[in-house]
T-cell receptor
């Protein structure tokens, strides 16, 4: 079956540091890939997505590139802010399936001033 | 504004009581989902529905029930049979078809059993 593996958290950084959160996946079909963000006490919201190999999703300074050869979709940001502190979830959705996404366990990011 | 609303935001329940969590969407989405989130855990799917008057069990349906009488509404009942119901509950919706269907989430309901 499909699965998503994210790096364990928490990831703790100082403001303006470079962020990478690793995400790798296994999928039976050709998936679309997503990053969602959850701020404390809130629901998830879509951060970015990519639907085919070599696509780069980007939003709010975050980027992730769909790497089919390494089955990865790592999230990066060049300079994090305190307001980026949240939990980040990687997810995949396989076309033609049940429309149930597979989520990773989430990675908590804590950014200190 | 289109979106998903969940109510209440906080809910307290005594052991042995059933409680119902509300979820409403005005996005005209066909599919709706309920997830449970425990501290430090990912999301676990409870139930989902892709059409009115039909729904399917997810990975942890025991002790929960749902209904889908209207396209925009998907309430979740946490029954007394659910052994450990204290958790954060998230409702989501999505379109169907196309293959890159993102999910839209509500703000969540935090349920605490006293």
């Amino acid at each position: 079956g499909d699965s998503v593996t994210q790096m364990e958290g928490p990831v703790t950084l100082s403001e303006e540091a470079f962020l990478t959160i690793n995400c790798t996946y296994t999928a039976t079909g050709y998936p679309s890939l997503f990053w969602y963000v959850q701020y404390p006490g809130e629901g998830l919201q879509l951060l970015l997505k990519a639907t085919k190999a070599d696509d780069k999703g980007s939003n709010k300074g975050f980027e992730a590139t769909y790497r089919k050869e390494t089955t990865s979709f790592h999230l990066e940001k060049g300079s994090v802010q305190v307001s980026d502190s949240a939990v980040y979830f990687c997810a995949l959705l396989t076309a033609g399936g049940s429309y149930i996404p597979t989520f990773g366990r989430g990675t908590s990011l804590i950014v200190h001033p | 504004d289109g979106g998903i609303t969940q109510s209440p935001k906080y809910l307290f329940r005594k052991e042995g009581q059933n409680v119902t969590l509300s979820c409403e969407q005005n996005l005209n989405h066909d599919a709706m989902y309920w997830y449970r989130q425990d501290p430090g855990q990912g999301l676990r799917l409870i139930y989902y529905s892709q059409i009115v008057n039909d729904f399917q069990k997810g990975d942890i349906a025991e002790g929960y029930s749902v209904s889908r009488e209207k396209k925009e509404s998907f309430p979740l009942t946490v029954t007394s049979a659910q052994k450990n119901p204290t958790a954060f509950y998230l409702c989501a919706s999505s379109t169907l078809g196309g293959g890159a269907n993102e999910q839209f989430f509500g703000p969540g309901t935090r349920l605490t059993v006293l």
